[in-house]
Structure formats: C-alpha cells, structure tokens
C-alpha cells in the first residue's frame, strides 16, 4: 500500500516551506469547487423532478402498448418482467430494481392474470442465493423467465444519456425466442419522443439467446440456474405426486405473530395480523399445486369451531341430523350445510373465511405439514384424529378447545370436524395465483348445477381419509357439493377489522 511510504516521506520533512501565495491558490480551488457544487445541487433538483415525470409519462405509454400486445394474441400469454440492467456494467443495479417493479406494477394493473407480479421475482432471486450460496452469479435472466412459467419475456438495459434516463425494452417469446417487439423510453428531452417508437415487425428477427451472450459474467462464466421448484410453476394434472422437491423458502416468509387486543377484537375471537405465507405443497395432491406466495390483510377469526349452543342462537339457520350427530352444547355443530353455515356467520355481521385465510391461519408462520412442525406423534397434542377417537372406540366430534392452540392462539384447525370456506372448489389454483392480494378465488362454480364448495381441516374420522395424519395437513384441500350436511363438517366465522360486530343476547 502507499500509506505507509507517503507517512513516512511526511515524518522526514517535518519543516514544509508554506508560502503566503499557496494558501491563497488553495482558497481560490476551494471556493470554485464548492461553488460547482452548490450550483449543481440547486440546478439538478428541479431538472431531476422534471425529468422523471416525463419518463414515468412515457413508461406508461410503453405499458400500455405491450398490454395491448398481450390483448391482441390469439392464445392468452403470462408475462415476466426480469433484469432491466445497468447497460454501462451489464449487471443489476438498485435502479434495475426500481424500473423492474415500477414496470411490472403498471402492466399488473392492466392485466394482473397475465403477469408475473414483482414478488415473485424477487423470491426467486431469495430462493436462489438460499439454497446456493456458494455460487456467485445469479441465474440466467431467461432461466428465472421459464421458472415463473412465463411465455414472453421483457428485459433490457438502462442508463443515463445527457442527464435523461433512458430505458430500452426488448420483449421476447420464451418457446421460439423471436425478438417480438421493442421500444426505448427516454432519451433526449424532445417533442418528438413524447411517445415510445417501435421497431418494426419485420425488422424483429433476433433470438433470445442474443440476449443474454450480452449479460456480463453469466454468460461468460457458461453456468445454467441449477434445477429447483420454481414459485408458480404450473404442473400438469397428471404429474406424479411427490415428484418434486419441496422447496425451502427464506424466513422472510413467516409473517407478523398474531395481536391480541381485548379491547378491539370481538368475543370468542382472534385477530390474525396481516402477513405473506406459501399456500399449497408440491409434496401433497394433485389439487394443492402450485404453492404460490399469497398476501393476506388483517381479519378476525373464531377462536375454536362453532358450537351447537353458538348455532342455536340463530333462529332461521336449519341443521340436520343423523349418525354421530353432537349433542353437547360445546361439541361443534355438525348437519349444517354451505348456506346455513354462511347464514349464520352473515346473522352475526361475520363470514366464512376465505380459503387462503383458513390455511394462513392454519400454518400459523410455519412452513411445514403442521402448524408445529413435521413431528406426527405430537398431533394428538392438537387434534381428534383416528389414532385418539375411532381407534379407541371414542367415536364422533370432541368439544372444541379441548386440545392445544395452534401458535396464533387458535383452536381444532387440525381435525375434530372440517370446516367450509367461502371458496368454490377448482382442481388447481390457477384462478387465484395471480392475485396475491387476500385472493377470494372463482366467483361461480365449475358446474351451476353442482357447485363445489371448499372444506378444510380434516376430522376426528369417517370417510375421504379425513381422519388420518395426511388428511389433516395444513394445505388438504376437500370438496363437497354445498347443500352437503355430514357428521363430518361443521365451520367457524371470521369477520373484516373494519367492520362492526353484531351480538345476540
């Protein structure tokens, strides 16, 4: 290092000749330079502001022109927006970042089923440096592109021409890799480059592969994004189970513990603080792929199931009745079908919870089969199940609240009776992967004449395995028809924070 020399060349000429007229010239360079300074500083703020408005104006513009690409396709195509680098470096940057999420924001808002949301990216990105951090370069852009099983592909570069951000967008078709469409936004600050210009058509006939020979060190270092589960990739119905490797999230997942304020949640019930979870399992069936990142706002929940002296406070719900019917007063009720069991929660300014809100609940921030972890001789600590009812003569439901809560504080969401959701029931999640916000699900059902509702949970026995181990997991998904009334299934409330609640006496 030169420290050490130049110290040492100080130390031996400790008497400096320091003349009147040097003093003078280090003034005169301090003062223009701080000069220079202040004047860029006072004159680059408001052309930055300026600046950015119009860019973000003509963002818009080339947002709006590839959504209407997307609209005018013959067969409905997914769009992903990945690595808008540094054109200077050819690597990824905070600005990279920033446009990424600015630009997939706008065309989510246009067409949110048929584009890759942010987030979703990102935890690709996360997953990547988790389960490989020995290797230096992140994954190839096509490669995260094919992970979120995207058909076309926006990428591109960025950097800073005259003072002005300039971005050029380059979209692509994943499967045949054709250049299909590209466009630069920014550029120098003119009336004529008000709106983004496309390149013709005809004149498209690079490949995808072209792309990335031009991303730095990737391509270089000849190293492919290794095999692993991507977040949404959509596997076919007839797919073994089993066949993929689960995969391991970072602890970023786990959201917020649960608050528990007497004084704002209503009796008998908890509030679920709003959070990020992975719904569904790549290692359950066929129906609980793919395991998608969901949000979920803030909602109240029943503590435990609702009971038969809950119930018969509402006067116009109905029940049936039948073989291992509950009679106790603090046994769950069971005979009550979809509608009635969505009366009763309505009669009471409640609702059913949604499917995502049941299983985000049911997981507790756990990332594993159950909410306490993997463990199976510990579920008879939780649940009724076969191996602690049926298999010892102790036939039908158990009162609620009997075993131990989940880590949230909630009771019997493994077994003891399943429960129905608000949700109608598909075979896969297509309907609601691309709506990462509090997704409600399909609005109608597969079959109007057979509407299939969502059950959840498992139970403490019967039919459908439902009293098993594997029947109780957090991500089993059931289905009945609604107008279904078993011994098997009764139901809990839960309530939006916002609303007020409405008690009986």
């Known amino acids: 290092m030169f420290q050490p020399e130049n110290q040492k060349y100080v130390m031996n000429n400790e008497h400096v000749n320091v003349t009147p007229s040097s003093i003078i010239a280090l003034i005169f360079l301090s003062l223009i330079s701080l000069f220079l300074f202040c004047g860029e500083v006072l004159f680059a ?48 940057d905070a600005r990279a970042d920033a446009l990424e999420e600015q630009l997939t924001d706008l065309l989510f808002e246009k067409l949110p089923n048929q584009v890759v949301p942010y987030f979703e990216i990102v935890y690709l990105r996360l997953e990547w440096k988790s389960r ?30 005259g003072g002005l951000l300039s971005v050029s967008l380059n979209l692509y078709d994943l499967k045949s890799g054709d250049l299909l469409w590209q466009t630069v936004v920014g550029g120098e600050r003119t009336d004529e480059n008000e709106e983004a210009e496309s390149v013709p058509e005809e004149m498209l006939t690079q490949k995808v592969e072209q792309k990335s020979s031009e991303l730095s060190f990737q391509q270089t270092a000849q190293v492919h994004a290794p095999n ?32 528990e304020n007497v004084a704002k949640t209503p009796q008998a019930m908890l509030k679920i603080s709003a959070g990020e979870f992975l719904m569904g399992s790549d290692l359950g069936d066929e129906d609980e792929l793919p ?66 809100e049941w299983e985000y609940a049911a997981r507790a921030g756990s990332e594993t089969e159950y909410s306490f972890g993997e463990d199976i001789s510990l579920l008879e600590n939780y649940a009724w199940l076969e191996t602690n009812t049926v298999d010892l003569g102790l036939w039908g439901a158990k009162n609620v609240s009997m075993k131990q809560a989940n880590q949230w504080g909630v009771f019997d969401l493994h077994g003891n009776v399943m429960e129905w959701v608000q949700n109608y ?16 699900g399909p609005i109608a059902p597969l079959d109007e004449k057979y509407p299939l509702r969502v059950v959840r949970g498992g139970a403490w026995g019967g039919r459908y395995a439902a009293g098993t181990p594997a029947g109780l997991r957090s991500a089993k998904r059931y289905a ?26």
């Open 132 to 161: 490989f951090p020995d290797i230096l370069h992140d994954p190839l852009t096509e490669d995260i592109a094919k992970l979120t099983d995207a058909d076309w592909l926006l990428t591109g570069t960025h950097e800073t021409i």
């Open 228 to 259: 692993f589960t991507p977040v949404s990739q959509y596997r076919s119905m007839e797919q073994e189970v089993g066949a993929e490797s689960k995969v391991e999230f970072p602890a970023v997942l786990i959201p917020p513990p649960v608050e």
């Open 291 to 356: 395991d998608h990142l969901v949000f979920i706002q803030s909602f109240y929940l029943d503590q435990h199931e609702v009971t038969n002296e809950e119930y018969s406070k509402c006067l116009t719900c109905e029940r049936g009745h039948g073989g291992f019917d509950t009679t106790d007063p603090q046994q769950p009720v069971v005979y009550v079908d979809w509608k009635n069991a969505a009366a009763f929660c309505k009669a009471q300014n409640k609702r059913l919870p949604t499917e995502a």
């Open 480 to 505: 009945f028809v609604e107008w279904t009334r078993s011994f098997q299934i009764g139901f809990r409330c839960a309530k939006d924070v916002h609303t007020k609640i409405v008690t009986y006496e």
């Open 425 to 440: 029931y598909t075979q896969d999640y297509f309907s609601s992967v691309r709506q990462p916000n509090n997704p409600k």
């Open 45 to 92: 703020a408001p052309f930055s502001s300026e600046s950015e408005s119009m860019f973000a104006s003509k963002l818009e513009i080339a947002a709006e022109n590839i959504s209407t690409r997307l609209l005018e396709n013959e067969a409905e195509v997914v769009i992903a927006v990945v690595d808008l680098v540094n054109y200077d470096t050819q690597e990824r």
